[in-house]
């Protein structure tokens, strides 16, 4: 069932614990300041949301984006296209695959608060990516173990679990090594919603043992990627997807071979990372000043 709201923009849900399809909203074309408000409520409740049939270049997606917050540069270690600052190309042709779960960019002190990636080529078969609400997830935890997660703090860096599945120049990715230490569980800044801050770049426990680490973060990323709380979209060029990067993580299927996939993304920039009990998450390693220095 669609939902219309007052601005005529329309909504219609894609699963029980996140995603909505808009409608009724051109992001080519200048947008009244109600009609921004509606997507960014729309996007703060789904978590996820979907345009269908946009026809962007990059100056109308950068314009679109910067109604939704101050864009980042491309990407903290790839050089952008000339002259496309904020954007990052996601190529399979050139070895861009996200086929593990993850939340962008969590090995920097501030990853990014939301991602819109517009589709410009899809594999006629396969391709679908899945996300999935990590605010759901840290609600459906037993109470015991959320108290836990409350008290966690997490190291993650770009030299994890993701670079090795997922990154085919792994050399070129952790050349400078990137690592900071985030809450397990992050309040958002806007919403006040707990949430669980997991996924591939998440590499150890603070104050314990790797292994034991490494299982208790299994233990809890499990709970992020139950079906029910995972939404699954399949593309069509056109498609403008925006995300919610502070209560989300998605997974790329990498199940279409040799075809072409690609989409451009843009990035807004984030706050550093707080916990429940009001500290903050630190870089430990790497400078990422100019990627988040709002400058683009």
């Known amino acids: 069932m669609t939902v219309l709201s007052p601005t005529g923009v329309g909504i219609t849900r894609l699963a029980g614990n996140i995603g909505a399809e808009i409608s009724g909203v051109d992001a080519s074309r200048p947008l009244e300041a109600e009609v921004v408000a509606s997507v960014r409520a729309a996007l703060l409740r789904h978590k996820l949301i979907v345009l269908r049939d946009q026809d962007l270049d990059y100056d109308s997606q950068v314009a679109f984006a910067r109604r939704l917050g101050d864009l980042t540069l491309g990407h903290p270690i790839y050089d952008a296209p000339k002259n496309r600052p904020a954007l990052r190309e996601m190529d399979s042709r050139q070895g861009t695959r996200a086929n593990h779960w993850h939340t962008d960019l969590t090995f920097i002190e501030r990853p990014p608060a939301f991602a819109l990636l517009h589709s410009k080529i899809i594999p006629p078969v396969g391709g679908d990516t899945i996300w999935a609400n990590t605010a759901s997830a840290y609600q459906s935890l037993p109470a015991e173990l959320r108290d836990l997660a409350d008290r966690l703090r997490i190291v993650h860096s770009n030299d994890s679990d993701y670079t090795d599945d997922t990154v085919a120049a792994r050399g ?11 809450p397990a569980v992050r309040v958002h800044p806007e919403t006040g919603e707990r949430s669980l801050l997991l996924g591939g770049f998440a590499r150890s426990v603070v104050g314990l043992p790797p292994q034991a680490g490494r299982d208790l973060i299994r233990v809890l990323q499990e709970y992020v990627t139950k079906p029910e709380q995972t939404v699954r979209w399949k593309w069509r060029v056109g498609d403008l997807v925006i995300w919610d990067n502070q209560a989300t993580m998605h997974y790329a299927i990498y199940d279409y071979g040799d075809e072409p996939r690609r989409g451009e993304r843009l990035t807004i920039i984030g706050d550093v990372p ?4 009001g500290r903050p998450g630190r870089a430990l390693a790497g400078d990422t000043s100019a990627y988040s220095g709002g400058t683009v």
């Open 274 to 277: 707080v916990g429940v009990d």
């Open 172 to 182: 070129d990715y952790i050349s400078t090594r990137y690592e900071a230490e985030h």
